[in-house]
């Protein structure tokens, strides 16, 4: 990676178009935000500087800082053209090194910090070797499985964002600033957590891919400080976009956030645990080895081999994208090697010996899976199996689809259909009992509650957290079912799908 794109990276280094920073200009003016002080704490080459001077008239003095000096440098020689330049005090400055409380104590009037924080992860900062952090700690306070799981991750700006707050301890003030959508949810929520002084907070999304050539939702946060703890609000607002004036009302209740709070108090009597828990799919982290396709020459694997094992071990394989787009069964099987987690894998070398040799034969994959998980457990271990893995009707939805798409599933071949670690379902022992609980799991309150938790611009918007808190065993009757939600089943011996509505 030459040293150019790695500093790109490392600082996040997306210049806020010129555009951009007068529509978040523009709108913050209209929203009544009229600072005597604009703070950009990392101000590239100065996009938001220089509109901020010639947007509010009554600021007296505008800091910009930026560790880069070149980009410094680019700034200095566009405030020769700009009007009230004098009014620019720029500074070249580390983020994670400035006393930023210290600075604000120098300043009187009401203050405005406004910007583009960096685009970028502590993961990905590792991964590159890059310094751009703030010193360690355990500022989400995860727990050492939650690190294990990736949920230690974080975005930069979401440290720094949660810093700024920090600066406003005891005096009022506003925050602008461009940032990842998950990441301004996720800075509210915690927010409201350490129980900050927020008055008020708006999102108002924005086209990152147009603006900045990123496939990432992104937004303009603004945050509005009380010096007074007692004024504190934690609803906020999502608009879908800078010129959009009739936002959707968003908070936190019962420990929960909720992207549609209408819709959510209108149905939250269903608001409990599941009546079952929800479970992910199976998790081998070798579909090369662990998934097979039959074809008319026989099993393949993912490597281009035929293979020739016992069908003892084999089950049949539904996918996140067959779940998902309502797709028949495509005669796929993946390998199960245990009934439940832990269970000693030994046994298949005398209750199926070409199975024990094809997975021996292809140990080298195996025993190289890098999560801890593998390397604890029996050799050629899976994970999310257990009895209910074994039952043969379930109702399954794919986390990474944006819409509500239930599917029952029935048996295939006499077997219970499995499915890959995208996708979430329950499990029951006979059709009846799965359409009876489909039923209810589509009615008209529960998808209202569901829809009211699911944030759709995120990654993997349907997470099991949000399932299970919906007790939909609550509806003393069979509901209407909506009729723009489609569900399939599987034919119980060819794969056909058949759509009930």
């Known amino acids: 990676m030459n040293a150019r794109r790695k500093q790109k990276i490392e600082f996040g280094d997306f210049q806020t178009p010129d555009n951009l920073a007068q529509s978040v200009c523009t709108k913050l003016s209209a929203l009544g935000i009229s600072p005597d002080v604009v703070i950009e704490p990392t101000c590239g080459i100065g996009t938001f500087v220089l509109v901020a001077v010639s947007t509010f008239p009554s600021v007296r003095e505008i800091h910009g800082f930026e560790v880069n000096d070149s980009h410094l440098s680019k700034l ?33 009037g009401s203050v405005l910090v406004l910007g583009n924080f960096p685009w970028v992860t502590n993961a990905t900062q590792g991964v590159i070797g890059g310094g751009n952090l703030p010193e360690k700690s355990n500022f989400l306070k995860q727990n050492g499985f939650d690190a294990i799981n990736g949920k230690a991750n974080f975005d930069i700006s979401e440290w720094m964002l949660l810093e700024v707050l920090r600066w406003f301890s005891g005096r009022s003030g506003d925050i602008a600033m461009l940032v990842k959508t998950a990441v301004a949810r996720k800075v509210l929520a915690h927010a409201e957590r350490q129980k900050l002084p927020i008055r008020e907070a708006s999102i108002f999304s924005i086209d990152a891919k147009k603006d900045f050539n990123a496939s990432v939702e992104a937004c303009l946060l603004v945050i509005r400080i009380s010096e007074n703890p007692t004024d504190a609000i934690y609803d906020y607002s999502i608009f879908e976009s800078m010129s959009d004036t009739h936002g959707r009302r968003v908070g936190h209740r019962d420990g929960l956030t909720v992207g549609d709070l209408d819709a959510f108090e209108s ?21 090369s080895v662990m998934e097979l396709t039959r074809t008319a020459q026989g099993l393949i694997n993912g490597l281009g081999e035929l293979v020739d094992i016992e069908m003892d071990y084999l089950f049949p394989l539904l996918k996140g994208s067959d779940i998902g787009s309502g797709k028949p069964w495509r005669e796929k099987f993946v390998v199960v090697t245990q009934h439940f987690v832990g269970e000693r894998t030994g046994g298949i070398r005398e209750n199926s010996p070409k199975t024990w040799e094809y997975l021996e034969a292809h140990a080298t994959i195996l025993d190289a899976r890098s999560s801890t998980i593998y390397k604890k457990n029996p050799r050629f271990s899976i994970f999310g199996i257990g009895d209910y893995a074994f039952r043969h009707w379930r109702i399954a939805i794919c986390g990474l689809y944006k819409s509500l798409k239930f599917r029952l ?38 998808l209202r509650l569901l829809s009211s938790l699911i944030f759709w611009d995120e990654k993997r918007p349907i997470k099991t957290g949000i399932l299970n808190v919906v007790d939909w065993s609550r509806l003393g009757k069979k509901p209407k079912q909506l009729p723009q939600i489609e569900m399939d089943f599987l034919n119980r011996s060819s794969g056909r799908t058949e759509a009930h509505r």
């Not at 149905?267 to 579909?287: I, M």
């Open 267 to 287: 149905s939250s009597f269903l608001l409990g645990e599941c009546p079952q828990k929800w479970r992910s799919g199976v998790k081998h982290d070798a579909s």
């Open 76 to 108: 200095r020689e566009r405030l020769s053209a700009a009007r009230n330049s004098d009014k620019i005090k720029l500074t070249q400055a580390d983020f994670f090194a400035t006393d930023w409380k210290k600075m604000l104590r120098s300043l009187s």
């Open 409 to 446: 599933v029935g048996p295939i071949e006499n077997k219970p259909v499995m499915f890959d670690d995208t996708v979430y379902y329950l499990s029951f022992n006979t059709e009846s009992e799965a359409q009876e609980a489909l039923d209810l799991l589509i009615s008209e309150p529960s």
